[in-house]
């Protein structure tokens, strides 16, 4: 059984540097990045979406930190203009010239976001040493018995065809797609409370 942690900000640096190795073959993230992937600057933009997470949702992980999850909360999962201000450096720096790109992205996807209360899983991996070892299922499984309990819904967009089937195991489904210029495609995946 995988135990799980409440993070802080003293855990965003092996947390970012996890999911870095996590998504090192993930084609939005690679999209995001110019085409080409740097594993430095991908660590970045995962402190900027934990510090971010920290502010107004839950970031969970295990408890050697190489798995984490970021949800945003019901009612609670843009993230305020005052974070978005203060990780503006990390930002920067992680997608250089490629910001531009991300606030395309991150209007598309804000455009298709669901407005019934839900929780949002905003980013989930596991350092691929550590994979396959339910770690990924115990961070999904812990909010979404919250969810559960609350009756609230949980939302999340995949960046991989290949992750669909593994969410749809979790009671997600797919509810539409999100499609990039010259770019990949994210599927949005919505899950009913049970």
Known sequence: MTDLVQADISDLPLIAASLARAF???????????GTYDERRAALA?????????????????????????????????????????TLPY????YKWGIFRAL????????????????????????PVMQGK????????????????EGVGAYLESSKDTNVPYYRKFGFEVVGEIHHPNGPTMWRMWRDPR
């Open 104 to 127: 395309a992205v991150l209007g598309r996807m804000e455009k298709l976001h669901p407005t019934e209360p839900h929780y949002y899983l905003e980013v989930i991996g596991t350092d």
């Open 46 to 86: 995962f402190q900027m979406l934990g510090r971010n997470i920290l502010s107004h949702g839950l970031a969970l992980a295990n408890e050697d930190r190489s798995a984490a999850a970021f949800w945003g909360t019901p009612n609670n999962w843009k993230v305020p203009v005052k974070m978005i201000v203060k």
């Open 24 to 34: 090192a073959d993930d084609p939005v993230f690679i999209y995001l990045m110019g």
């Open 134 to 149: 339910g770690h990924g299922a115990a961070l999904m499984n812990a909010v979404l018995e919250k969810a559960d309990a």
């Open 91 to 94: 930002t920067l720096r992680a």
